[in-house]
């Protein structure tokens, strides 16, 4: 999936690619057998529609001349049958073909979010999610009706067209062959007029999914908008936004209506030859029965024509939207396990680093050559200057990235070659975004261990002095919090982060800002829980407050994309070096 901004129109314009459809077929195979019935129901559902004017022509031409009225009584009821039984199994059809529809909807969103999951923070860098929400939610709306009615459809129109063909050819053959004069002329007017529909649908999807980036964007900003008055700015945004989706629509649709004018005017001009031969060429040896009977099938006929042209441009617009749904379901998970990954066994902690060498983009490296040792239950603190790396290091021991070169070994295991579910349900990660997610605090705690305790999880609370704040809310720990913890404070929800970290128990813990929302006063209070905590554990701590390290055993100075200075914190300021002067700022400050 390309990196575009929420103003940049995805190219959707590309040629009819089979293999497409072939791939999709997987998930259309899983439900072949519900398929096949429905063709059924819908082959005898029509065939039974169209049983009505070949009665209408009997009834016409035989019975009422003759005065059988016991033979219109019985057309009558078998009229009624017939379209009795074209309802049911029409209902039947349509009934099975939701279903199939929402399996097949359901499939494809399955496997797209599962693959989404896997995939590295790299992809969703640049990336607008408004488009991401897009392929997941509206292309593979639109693609699911191809997959299921649209086949069916398109067999079943197919069907009908042959059907109709041969009760119109059953009627008369002469004033069938007037009707299907008119079917050259459609297949011009089509080819003229399909690629511009086509091109309008596509600006549409385009248009759209523009929109729903902006708007995604915007919501997730909607404070900084608000705290520097950008209403009005961003409301012309989105204006200009909404208008192009407004005319890109009306264009759209008038580019489709040009098909049913079209159908519609041909067929009325058809119909009207038909007339005119049947009446006038043929003369008195035509019955009125007949003419009555094909003028209804020459109506019903170029209604699959007209179902077959709307078919044509659903299927190659599905496949423009599977091009999309499958490029990002074939989007490279960079970070996974290794075929000959193995389970991490169950570690102490010791952590190391052997010539990392590590770069975001290919070119520009952020470490080079890094060497670190860290041994079980030694806390480390990384400082430095905004860009040096210090992220980069902890992320690089969780393995969100994969290193240009050299090896972290966890207790001489090389990361690289351990499963990722081993590696990371060993580890405790707080990062800089203390994320919350709509439900209870109960519950954003408990997402660090699934299987701990309301114990357990209120005894993590009360480490990191959450437990009075929480207890003071209206429901406690049940109380319901929304997306992104918008009803909690930010130093609120960096406890919360820091409970659910805590409650995994993890082996090596990784605190990234982890109190950089919290007061003073509560800091001291987090800092005696977190005390006890580190005992024992292997920690990398990231903190520009330095009065929250001091206890640290070794100071990491990240600089130079490397460790420019490192000891202990008495051992550094005695030095009077680099993080002697960003302490003695800080203190100054």
């Known amino acids: 999936m390309a990196r575009n901004r929420f103003d940049v129109d995805e190219n959707l314009e590309t040629p009819f690619n089979i293999k497409h459809l072939l791939r999709a077929g997987t998930y259309i195979g899983r439900h072949k057998k519900k398929m096949a019935l429905s063709l059924v129901y819908s082959a005898v559902s029509a065939a039974a529609a169209l049983v009505g004017p070949l009665l209408v022509q009997r009834g016409i031409n035989v019975s009422v001349p003759n005065k059988d009225w016991r033979e219109l009584i019985l057309l009558s009821v078998v009229m ?9 199994f029409g209902r039947a059809r349509s009934k099975n073909m939701i279903s199939v529809g929402q399996d097949i909807v359901y499939d494809i969103r399955k496997d797209l979010f599962a693959h989404l999951q896997k995939l590295p923070f790299q992809f969703y860098d640049d990336r607008p999610h ?18 299921s009615n649209g086949i069916i459809n398109f067999v079943l129109e197919i069907f009908n067209l042959i059907l109709i063909a041969v ?20 297949l011009l007017v089509v080819m003229i007029i399909k690629p511009a529909q086509r091109r309008a649908w596509q600006d549409v999807s385009n248009k759209s999914s523009n929109l729903n980036a902006y708007l995604h964007e915007s919501l997730d900003g909607m ?48 119909v009207g030859a038909m007339y005119i031969v049947g009446l006038t060429v043929l003369g008195p040896s035509m019955q009125i029965g007949t003419i009555i009977a094909l003028s209804s099938y020459a109506w019903r006929f170029w209604q699959p024509l007209l179902n077959l042209s709307n078919l044509y441009n659903t299927f190659i617009n599905a496949v423009a939207y599977l091009e999309r749904i499958f490029e990002m379901m074939d989007e490279p998970v960079t970070v996974d396990d290794a075929p000959d990954a193995t389970e991490l066994p169950p570690i102490k902690g010791q952590v190391t680093f052997k010539d990392v060498v590590f ?10 050559n890094f060497n670190l040792n860290v041994n079980p239950g030694e806390s480390v603190a990384l400082v430095g200057p905004t860009g040096a790396g210090k992220t980069t290091v902890v992320n690089l021991i969780s393995r969100f ?24 349900s060993q580890m405790g990660i707080m990062l800089q975004d203390s994320f919350i997610f709509s439900g209870t605090i109960m519950d954003n705690i408990r997402y660090g261990r699934l299987d701990a305790t309301d114990e357990e999880v209120i005894e993590a609370a009360k ?16 109380t319901q919090v929304n997306e992104r913890g918008s009803r909690l404070s930010q130093g609120q929800r960096q406890l919360v982060a820091f409970a659910r970290t805590l409650l995994s128990d993890p082996k090596i813990l990784v605190l990234d800002e982890a109190t950089s929302s919290i007061d003073a006063k509560t800091e001291r209070l987090v800092q005696q ?11 990398f701590i990231i903190a520009h407050r330095l009065s929250t390290i001091k206890n640290c055993d070794r100071i990491l100075y990240i600089s130079d994309k490397g460790i420019a200075e490192m000891g202990s914190h008495k051992e550094l300021l005695e030095r009077k070096g680099k993080y002697y002067q960003l302490y003695t700022a800080q203190v100054e400050d």
């Open 80 to 88: 009624l049958a017939a379209i009795i039984t074209s309802i049911m």
């Open 130 to 147: 408004g488009k991401i929400l897009t392929r997941v939610i509206n292309y593979i709306n639109s693609v699911s009706d191809a997959l």
């Open 167 to 186: 009760f119109m050819l059953i009627c008369d053959v002469r004033l069938s062959l007037v009707v299907m004069a008119g079917v050259p002329l459609l």
């Open 223 to 270: 404070k900084i908008t608000q705290a520097f008055t950008r209403e009005e700015e961003n409301a012309e945004i989105y204006d200009r936004l909404n208008k192009n989706c407004y005319r890109t629509w009306m264009k759209a649709q008038y580019t489709s209506n040009l098909i049913w004018v079209s159908v519609d005017n041909i067929s009325v001009w058809v």
């Open 359 to 368: 770069s975001y983009d290919g070119t520009v490296n952020v470490l080079e």
């Open 401 to 424: 990235y994969n290193l240009t070169g050299g090896q972290v070994l966890l207790d001489g295991h090389d990361i690289s070659k351990v499963t990722l579910h081993s590696l990371r």
């Open 463 to 478: 480490t990191v002095c959450a437990h009075e704040f929480i207890s003071g809310m209206e429901g406690g720990y049940n």
């Open 529 to 539: 829980g977190l005390n006890a905590l580190l005992k024992g554990r292997t920690s």
